[in-house]
């Protein structure tokens, strides 16, 4: 068996050294690491993937330290990917959280991998994508994905999840309005965390106004719930994980119908994602070597040309087809 | 003169209402804008451009808003975007805070523009380049970019500019650590607002600590520097001016030696974003028309393939030089 094959298999048996190495390696840019991933690619597909977002400070990682355990409970397995400064799985936060965290880094149903910067894989979204597909090819039950809701590229990764979280607490006030339009519309469920905070019930049912005059859904089938939680006090999760529940069985309904459409939805991002970055790189290669690249800078600079007109002209020009 | 030729006219003299137009008609995609965009690049390059970036909750609107008043008090026109949800300048933030920001909304010397999502135009960062541009044709002495420094696109959009402003407050812990290595590479000015409260001079000397140990720098030349400030207060801005200004010297010492670098810098960063944008949107759009990304998408949900080798198959495919 070849070097590439043996890695497939270990990853596939759900091996946690091996795994660990084949991330770093594809964010070090190994051609080899990235065979590796086309071949786990047909494995995948089998995890039920959540994604978590919303503003730092609401509790995220708490939440996410909380569905570990329940689901640990269960007998499932567990992946997490952290693509969020603030966030005690990636090296944020003060020091209780991350000591909470501890309790399930000796856990071999839980596999943590935390993506803060851009690796050589490309964008932080297709970083994260190759993790997923990675732990999900080890088998792993269910995949947390969480993200901080503000860059835009981190509201995509948590909206590309089966079942997408949007957390919030009492009192952000006026916060809610202006992430609404953003993130608002790619929840399943939404969750009001430290809910006993004073206007804990305001929030909520102002959640519920917003949900009814929210006309744009990326599924307009599914109408998405509301939950109170005091992650910290363990309260509420349970009622949060049978939502989870909810809406896979609502995805899995007429022949899994919409999770099929939310697959080819995925993928279609994917590909797009890959083909975004791969087309970019090849380009700038081969215009960076021939001197082309530096010759238009030149004409920038010298306000001979604007970059709009430069880059029209590009385009036009390399693609051939 | 044709319509383009009237609307750039127009952005030239500073008028207000076809800035702000021209800034919607960009975000719509209407290609006649895009036009003007082009013939108001060679008018640009003179607006000193400051980034203002840092965690949520540090005051950087209050800080954008004192700058503000600072330079209007030297006669200084301001053209400022707010990158931010949670900024005022967007919309975000208390109600305090919103009226504060009411006080330039009738200067005329002043041109708020602020970018929540993705426009028409392509990123958030091409967005921003391109309202920086409008307000640069229109004059403004000086342009504020205001971003929350969590998404990989807003740090990066205030590092494009000539000086940027990293600002924190005391107290955020292993916060700074988690983000230095993201954002504290990107600084010409270091800021520790809120002064007043406890472990101020702690983190400020943690900071200079950090600056020591810092080998990586964009310009080795400069040497970060590091504030005080209570913005609220009005506390420590026109020594923060003072060290903008010092930067700026700096930049054009030796026939402006450092400042041409800095602009080759970011007009090769520009270009590149156009083209990768440009490239992908026509691509997309041509596998679209002719039912090849379809065909594809099917091979990959039906696991004959993968996202990677299909992406590099068509990579090799269409670039034809």
Redesign the interface.
Known sequence: MDRVSTIVEQILQGEVRAAARLMRDLDDGIPEA?EV???L??HS?RAHIIGITG??GVGKSTLTDRLIQYLRQEGRTVGVVAVD??SPF??????GDRIRMQRHALDEGVFIRSL???GHFG??TASARAVITVLDAMGKDYILVET?G?????VEIAATAYTTMVVTVPGL???I???K??ILEVADLLVVNKADREGASRTYQDLLQMLDLQSIRKNNAWRPKVFMTQAKEDQGIQELLAGVREHRDYLMKNQGEALLAA??QR??Q???E???E???R???A?ITDSGLLEE??QE??A?RT???????Y????????
Do not use: C, H, N, W
Not at 306 to 312: L, N, R
């Open positions: 990235r991933l086309k071949q690619y047909r597909g503003s730092p400064p603030t990636s090296g944020g936060a003060i020091l803060a910067t851009r964008g932080l901080v503000v860059g835009q590229d981190e006030g006026d916060d309005q202006a992430i339009a953003g697959r080819y993928v279609r994917e590909f797009l890959l083909l975004k791969g087309v970019f090849e380009l700038v081969r238009i800078l920038i600079v306000k604007d970059p709009y007109s430069a880059s029209e590009l385009v036009k020009k390399v693609l051939s087809f």
